[in-house]
C-alpha cells in the first residue's frame, strides 16, 4: 500500500466514522462499501475489518455520549442479550450466503431503514412518549390505554429515563413495545455477523420507530451496544483468517478519530436534522450495494 491509498483510507475512515458516530451506527455502515467499492477488497475481507472499525468507533464515542446522559445503560444491557444471540446465529450462517444475496440484504436494510426514518411516527401518543419535555402535558392528561400495555414490561424494568438538552430543558421518555425490540434486536445481530456493519443501521430505526425512543437516545444507546456485538464477531473472523491488516490500519486509525468528532456532534444537532441525514444517508449508500447485487460490480481504485 502506497502513502497516497493510506491517506486516502485513514481520511475517508475519519469522515465515514464522525457521521456513523454522529448517527449513532458508528462507521461500518460505511466501511464496507469503502473497502469494497473503492480498495476492490473481498466482502469477507471488508467485513472484518468493518468490524474492527465498529468497535474502535464505539469505544471512542461511547464516553462522551454516557457524560452527557444520552445511553440509556439499564435498556442497552436487555437489548445486548437477544442482539448477542442474533450475532451467534449469524456466525452459524456466515459462509452459506454468496457474496450477491449479502449485498442484496444490505440494500434492503438499507431501503427499508430509510423508509422507517421518513415515514416518522403516526401514533396519537407519540408526543407524549417521544421527547417530552417537562411541562409540555397539559394537565390532567394521561397516556392511553393502549401506550400503557404497550409500556407495562419496560416499566417493570425500570428502563423509562430522561436526559437534558443544552436548552437545559429535561427531557422524559418511556419504552414502547419492548418484545418487539427485542425481535429486531435479533435481527440487527444477525446482520452484524453477516454483514460486518455495526447493526446501528437496523437498532437505530427499531429504538426511533418501534420502541417510541428520542433519535437522540436511540443513537447513543445503539452505539453502545453496537460495540459490544462486534467484539464477538470480530474475535471469529480473526480467528478464520479474514482480517487483513494492511487495510486495517488506516481504517482504524481514521475511525478512532471520526468517532471522536461523531459524537461532539451528536450533542448539538437538532434530532429532526439528525434524521434528514440519517435518511439522505442510507439513500446513497442503497444504490451501489444494489448494483453489486445484480452484478454490476463497482470499485477497485487500486
Not at 402535558?137 to 394521561?142: D, W
Not at 429535561?170 to 419504552?175: D, H, S
Not at 434524521?275 to 470499485?299: K, Q
Request: hydrophobic share 55%.
Amino acid at each position: 500500500m502506497c502513502l497516497e491509498q493510506f491517506l486516502f483510507l485513514g481520511a475517508a475512515a475519519t469522515a465515514a466514522s464522525a457521521l456513523g458516530s454522529a448517527l449513532g451506527m458508528a462507521g461500518g455502515i460505511f466501511i464496507v462499501p469503502l473497502l469494497t467499492l473503492c480498495a476492490g477488497a473481498s466482502f469477507p475481507a471488508a467485513v472484518a475489518i468493518s468490524l474492527i472499525s465498529v468497535i474502535a468507533c464505539s469505544c471512542a464515542s461511547a464516553p462522551q455520549f454516557l457524560s452527557a446522559g444520552l445511553t440509556n445503560l439499564r435498556l442497552a444491557v436487555v437489548l445486548e442479550v437477544a442482539t448477542t444471540l442474533g450475532a451467534l446465529a449469524g456466525l452459524l450462517t456466515v459462509g452459506l450466503v454468496r457474496d450477491q444475496v449479502l449485498y442484496g440484504i444490505f440494500a434492503t436494510v438499507l431501503l427499508v431503514s430509510a423508509f422507517q426514518m421518513m415515514s416518522g411516527r403516526r401514533t396519537r401518543d407519540s408526543a407524549i412518549q417521544v421527547g417530552l419535555r417537562l411541562g409540555d402535558l397539559p394537565p390532567g392528561r394521561s397516556r392511553s390505554a393502549a401506550a400503557h400495555r404497550r409500556g407495562r414490561i419496560a416499566r417493570r424494568l425500570r428502563l423509562d429515563s430522561s436526559y437534558r438538552e443544552r436548552d437545559a430543558s429535561t427531557v422524559r421518555y418511556e419504552v414502547a413495545r419492548l418484545p418487539t425490540g427485542l425481535s429486531l434486536m435479533f435481527g440487527a445481530g444477525m446482520l452484524s455477523a453477516l454483514l460486518g456493519i455495526g447493526s446501528g443501521v437496523l437498532k437505530i430505526p427499531a429504538l426511533d420507530a418501534a420502541m417510541r425512543l428520542p433519535i437522540k437516545v436511540s443513537s447513543a444507546t445503539a452505539n453502545l451496544t453496537i460495540g459490544v456485538t462486534a467484539c464477538g464477531t470480530a474475535a471469529a473472523h480473526l480467528i478464520a483468517g479474514d482480517l487483513n491488516l494492511t487495510l486495517a490500519t488506516p481504517i482504524v486509525l481514521g475511525s478512532l478519530t471520526g468517532s471522536a468528532l461523531g459524537a461532539r456532534l451528536l450533542t448539538k444537532l437538532a434530532g429532526t436534522e439528525l434524521r434528514v441525514v440519517f435518511t439522505l444517508v442510507l439513500l446513497a449508500l442503497a444504490i451501489p450495494m444494489t448494483l453489486n447485487a445484480f452484478g454490476a460490480r463497482l470499485g477497485g481504485l487500486w
